[in-house]
């Protein structure tokens, strides 16, 4: 089997993978890294997302071949490097950006590829950002205010605060 | 100012650190050694016979393990219905046997025939294919509208079943002719016929389970998604496989989103289970999500005609309603209860209408079953009522605030009976009607609509006031209604040696927050620090037992048991006491964390106290049991009663027929109020999927009993952009008056009050640009809109 090399989270990991194996499974499987989540197999719903050199990547729709000798980052890479929560991690929280969990990974790493494109983005402008990740649980509110709350805007005018 | 700790704090969640940081345990997450991985045959026809399975080549492909078909089950036991609901005519309902694997016949696209399992998960799922091409079904005339099931008795979803249907049933059957007077002689009469759309619940993680058996002792363990993890147990044990209760443990670990689906006992749970132990080995397997659309249980789909009579100054004299509503091919577990008590019992609203008559004709299908979602049964109550009386107030030219306001029970009215068989405890509907007029600034409306004429768009107010049953439920209550279990529940408090708390509860947390919710409660209670207490649940060898969370039941059920539980303690720790304190017990009182002899200054920490009943040498033996840890069960006597008025505005563009939430207010009374951010939270995932079933979600079955929405390429979820910042009110609170903690329940008010308010809503904005459209069904998509709009 091929053997694929890359770094993920600052680390230095390879591994044998099949042709067929997904970027998303390599990290769940081979890496231990099950933060990054499947919700569907259709590329639609972005629990599986992750930062691949910088951009934000569905990791169910990329083999792990095709990103050898990347820089792959999955949510267990956002925190501070003193293991606190990230900004934006901090944010959700903050905010009550999350019920089940479930989808929170990909709504981070969206988040965060947002942020680095868009450092103070208006509130259309998050929803669209967020329109390749589903979550059920929130409705959404809580998600926005969240990721404007970690760009620095002042959310206290928002309604339900 | 807000509380910062205990009861009433918008405490942030605990839970939230691992679930942002990767660190959740979801099933799926899990890994096993010497695991295995099960693929199910799923019938690609919605109804056929089952021919032949040949599994030759199948077992003999790279790591098949073992291979399962229907015949491996055959004389296993069923996965029940719940509920036992009676007909019309006293007869019991339909209930034909839910098998782990189907045998003899598929009956809906979806429907698990064989199952392989292989060392690997491409080795089974490409032994799968296999089985597929070497298995005969003859394909059969697919059943899936319910009018023409019931009326074609040829063609039968269940052979032994002849017109398809399962019950039909009347509430309150004593009323029905008391009804029919009133329609012969009312004034005005409105008739709606209308559709609840049919909705997959689609929690974000896919079902998945994990089957193990450990032949040292005979032990089974099975780690699933479930809302619900005791009464998987006791499915699993008692009427499936047979295994005795107290050989199985059922966790849930974290559960990513339930909303109904996850409370029901799956086939691929048992088999998992029944396969682990023929390979001695662990079996697994996750659900891809379109085997979740094929064989999730799915919500709502009704199809009713509701008639209002009132007098022509809008005061209602009766509602009848007439309803078919989809089971699909089997019974889920709460499938019965749904339609019939979740829904008829609704029928009053909030309103003191003094005759209602429902009748309910449930109908099998070749569908996947339909069961319990977001909600259950109380949407499609709110639904016909709000939609119909919003129709009467358009025919009879009345404002429809003023409709709502008039017809409601009054807080004098209360504990109020109503004509299907509740009795209200207490409420107050004017003040949330009132509080919702405020805070959605009805009076600013005529502006905001004058604005979004200059742009061309039709803007629409719509209305909904809505209440429910939940806390689901007292037990005498449901047993009379037919109900096989009992639905109290229950909860272990176990002070340490050390002074810090674990709490087993029943009920099961998957976004809900009780961790932290929970944990506040019982800090508040013992004047701890919320940090000395651990909230633990989803494992039955931990806890007591439950009956799980649905019908938002955690707070007003669980957790009342929980303070049951904490009242022991703080009883016993009384007694510990007056022995150390050399006191009499009735002169120690509890409060800030001590226990004190009243009028000194004589007191023992509540440390002080956990430390003595495991280290008891200053203890009273002889007359007390050392050791700080109680259990109780509660059993509510009544249901609790939220209820509240929803606002939604909405702007249509009439040349596309699109259809925008402006914004959506919320003005509920929940009773007391524990976390206001968590309850926030809910009534937001409520709206939010309120939303989506109101203009985006359908499940569509074509003629041929293909679900032709099974991914998210081809059922509208709501994203982001679909819906508003909403504004939630929740400063109504009039406190339930049969549970000590006053909570009512917060979990599918959102869900139940937002669709008829949206849909309101686009019916007003049409009729604001003179397109008199009197109904659009759900989902409003823009092409529905478009249509009604030419063909006004």
């Known amino acids: ?161 | 100012m807000p509380k910062d700790f205990g009861i009433g704090a918008p405490q942030k969640r605990r839970e939230d650190i691992r679930f942002l940081t990767g660190r959740g345990v979801y099933t799926d997450d899990l890994k096993i050694a010497g695991q295995t991985y099960a693929v199910f045959c799923r019938s690609q026809v919605a109804h056929g016979r089952i021919v032949s399975i040949d599994t030759t080549a199948t077992a003999a492909m790279p790591g098949v393990l073992a291979v399962f078909t229907g015949e491996d089950f055959k004389d296993v036991g069923g996965n029940p219905a719940g509920w036992l609901i009676k007909s019309r005519n006293g007869e019991p309902m339909r209930e034909p046997k839910r098998p782990v694997l189907a045998h003899g016949k598929v009956r809906h696209v979806g429907d698990a025939y064989a199952a392989v399992i292989a060392e690997t998960y491409q080795q089974a799922k490409d032994a799968a294919e296999q089985l597929a091409a070497d298995t005969v079904i003859d394909e059969l005339p697919a059943i899936v509208d319910m009018a023409a099931a019931v009326a074609d008795a040829s063609n039968r979803v269940h052979d032994e079943i002849p017109d398809n249907l399962c019950f039909d049933w009347g509430w309150i059957e004593d009323n029905r002719a008391k009804v029919e007077e009133v329609f012969k002689t009312a004034p005005h009469v409105t008739t709606l016929e209308l559709v609840n759309n049919r909705l997959v619940p689609n929690a974000m993680e896919p079902r998945a389970s994990i089957g193990e058996y450990f032949p040292g002792t005979g032990d089974y363990k099975l780690t699933t998604t479930s809302q619900n993890p005791h009464l998987t147990r006791l499915l699993v044990a008692a009427f499936v496989l047979g295994i005795p209760e107290n050989k199985l443990t059922v966790v849930a670990p974290d559960v990513g989103g339930g909303f109904g689906s996850k409370i029901y006992h799956y086939g691929e749970e048992a088999l998992v289970l029944a396969a682990a132990k023929k390979l001695g080995r662990p079996v697994r397997w996750t659900a891809e999500r379109t085997e979740s659309f094929l064989s999730d249980a799915h919500g709502r789909d009704h199809v009713t005609k509701i008639e209002l009579a009132c007098d022509k100054q809008g005061n209602f004299l009766a509602f009848r309603t007439e309803t078919l509503a989809n089971v699909g091919a089997y019974l889920s577990n709460f499938s019965t209860a749904t339609p019939t008590f979740l829904h008829g019992t609704l029928m009053a609203g909030p309103y003191k209408v003094p005759a209602v008559y429902v009748n309910v004709k449930t109908v099998f299908t070749n569908t996947a079953p339909v069961d319990a979602y977001r909600g259950a049964g109380r949407p499609e109550a709110t639904f016909s009522l709000e939609r119909v009386i919003d129709k009467m107030c358009r025919e009879l030219n009345l404002d429809p605030f003023e409709v709502r306001r008039k017809n409601f029970i009054t807080t004098d009215m209360f504990p109020y009976t109503t004509p299907v068989g509740l009795v209200y405890d207490t409420g107050n509907y004017q003040a949330t009607l009132d509080k919702a007029i405020e805070v959605g600034d009805v009076k600013g409306f005529e502006a905001r609509r004058a604005e979004s004429a200059k742009r061309g768009k039709l803007r629409g107010l719509g209305l909904s006031t809505w209440i429910e049953a939940c806390g689901i439920a007292p037990s005498h209550l449901v047993g009379v209604l037919g109900s096989r279990v009992g639905l109290y529940d229950a909860a272990t408090v176990r002070v340490n040696a050390t002074g810090n708390i674990s709490v087993m509860v029943g009920a099961h947390s998957h976004g809900q927050g009780h961790e932290t919710v929970f944990a506040q409660i019982v800090a508040d209670k013992l004047g701890i620090p919320e940090a000395s207490v651990e909230i633990v649940h989803g494992d039955t060898s931990k806890i007591p037992f439950g009956m799980g969370s649905y019908g938002s039941r955690s707070l007003a059920v669980c957790g009342v048991a929980m303070t049951k539980a904490v009242d022991k303690i703080v009883a016993k720790g009384k007694k510990i006491a007056a022995h150390m304190l050399e006191a009499s017990e009735a002169d120690i009182s509890f409060e800030n964390g001590k226990f004190s002899v009243a009028g000194t200054d004589k007191a023992k920490t509540f440390g002080e106290i956990a430390f003595s009943a495991y280290v008891p040498h200053n203890y009273p033996l002889e007359t007390l049991e050392p050791g700080l840890e109680e259990t109780a069960f509660y059993d509510p006597n009544n249901f609790t009663y939220p209820a509240g008025a929803y606002l939604c505005e909405v702007e249509v563009d009439p040349d596309t027929g699109k259809v925008q939430v402006c914004s959506f207010t919320c003005a509920d009374d929940f009773g007391n109020i524990m976390n206001p951010m968590v309850v926030e939270g809910q009534v937001h995932g409520g709206v939010g999927q309120g939303i989506g079933q109101a203009l985006c979600e359908n499940t569509h079955y074509d003629e041929n009993g293909q679900l032709v929405t099974g991914s998210y390429m081809d059922y509208a979820m709501p994203r982001a952009s679909d819906v508003p910042f909403y504004t939630v009110d929740y400063s109504c609170q009039t406190p339930c008056t049969h549970n000590p903690l006053g909570v009512k329940g917060c979990g599918e008010a959102g869900a139940i009050g937002s669709p008829p308010a949206v849909v309101n809503a686009v019916i007003d904005a049409l009729h604001r640009g003179g397109i008199k459209v009197s109904h659009i069904d759900m989902p409003v998509s823009p092409a529905r809109v478009w249509s009604a709009i030419q063909n006004a």
């Open chain 1, 1 to 161: 089997m091929p053997k694929v090399t890359m770094r993920v989270n600052g680390r230095a990991v390879s591994g044998e993978v099949e042709g067929r194996t997904l970027l998303v499974q390599f990290l769940r499987e081979g890496q231990g890294l099950t933060g990054t989540h499947v919700g569907c197999d259709t590329s639609q719903c972005g629990a599986c997302t992750v930062h691949v050199n910088g951009a934000q990547v569905k990791s169910c729709t990329v083999f792990a071949l095709d990103v050898d000798g990347a820089e792959v980052t999955t949510i267990e890479g956002m925190a501070n490097p003193d293991g606190t929560l990230g900004r934006i991690q901090q944010a959700f929280q903050d905010h009550h950006g999350l019920q089940c969990g479930f989808c929170t990974p990909g709504m981070v790493m969206a988040a965060a590829a947002l942020l680095a494109e868009n450092p103070k983005p208006t509130e259309a402008e998050v929803r669209h950002h967020l329109e390749g990740n589903i979550c059920r649980c929130t409705g959404y509110h809580n998600i926005v205010k969240a990721v404007l709350a970690a760009s620095g805007q002042d959310v206290s005018a928002i309604a339900a605060e």
